[in-house]
């Protein structure tokens, strides 16, 4: 089973900019998808972005298009986040996930659609 750490949380102020990192390790990233979702006080987890194995297919909330972009490196066995223009609303605890590795070709913001999750890392976005 894959396990997921990530990184790069922390405090910026609206309009500003955070990258999130997720290192994979047990087992490589290959043929998963991978996705971002968070989840802020009170409210249930939701998908932010998520990429098929071949990065080709990428699928984002619309909350965050044209804002946020989901990167992976297979060869780092990394996925990442790149946040921009972040607004107060983004904030929350991210988790990075991967699905179980079937090689999809499509990837949906659905949890149960993912197996592998790490503890997450806190965004606050404040001035």
């Known amino acids: 089973q894959v396990q997921l750490v990530e990184s790069g949380g922390g405090l910026a102020q609206p309009g500003g900019s955070l990258r999130l990192t997720c290192v994979a390790s047990?087992?490589?990233?290959?043929?998963?998808?991978v996705a971002w979702f968070r989840q802020a006080p009170g409210k249930e987890r939701e998908g932010v972005a998520c990429?098929?194995?071949?990065?080709?297919?990428?699928n984002y909330a619309n909350s965050v298009k044209d804002r946020f972009i989901i990167i992976r490196d297979d060869r780092e066995n990394r996925a990442y986040l790149q946040m921009n223009s972040l607004k107060p609303e983004d904030a929350g605890i991210y988790y990075c996930?991967?699905?179980?590795?079937?090689?999809?070709?499509?990837?949906?913001?659905?949890?149960?659609?993912?197996?592998?999750w790490g503890q997450g890392t806190q965004v606050t976005v404040s001035s």
């Open positions: 996930t991967a699905d179980a590795g079937h090689g999809r070709q499509y990837c949906n913001l659905n949890v149960v659609s993912y197996d592998n």
């Open positions: 047990g087992e490589p990233l290959d043929w998963r998808a």
């Open positions: 990429m098929i194995y071949s990065g080709v297919v990428r």
